[in-house]
């Protein structure tokens, strides 16, 4: 991933910075850039769960674990730990879980989005 890039304002034209806003602007109907990557990391965390604790599963059956899973957490531990700036469990399988629902405010995937998501990486 590249790091921030830097644009001194005062050196553009009134025309350039024109274009850049209009670059920047997300058209109605478009996830901002900041959503669609907090959506990829979500993505990325869901798979390495499913690869780390229900490698044995079908792909399906690890949906609804995972599903099941998060809506657990997310009811019980989450409550608590929704405010930790860093994730404060030891266990490498509750790590996922609050990443998981860190990267998107709380909020856990249906079923069938993460049935959608783990398709997407056979």
Known sequence: MTGPVRINLASLTPDD???????????????????????AERDRLIRALAITCF?????????VRIHDALVRYAATTWVRAR??????????RRRLLWQILKT???????????????AGCD
């Open 17 to 39: 910075i024109a274009k850049l806003r209009e670059m920047l602007r997300t058209q109605p109907g478009q996830r901002r850039p900041e959503t669609l990557a907090a959506i």
């Open 83 to 92: 405010v930790d700036v860093e994730c404060r469990h030891a266990d490498h």
């Open 55 to 63: 490698a044995d599963l079908c792909r399906h059956q690890q949906s």
């Open 104 to 118: 998107r405010g709380g909020h856990v995937p249906a079923v069938r989005t993460i049935d959608d998501i783990l």
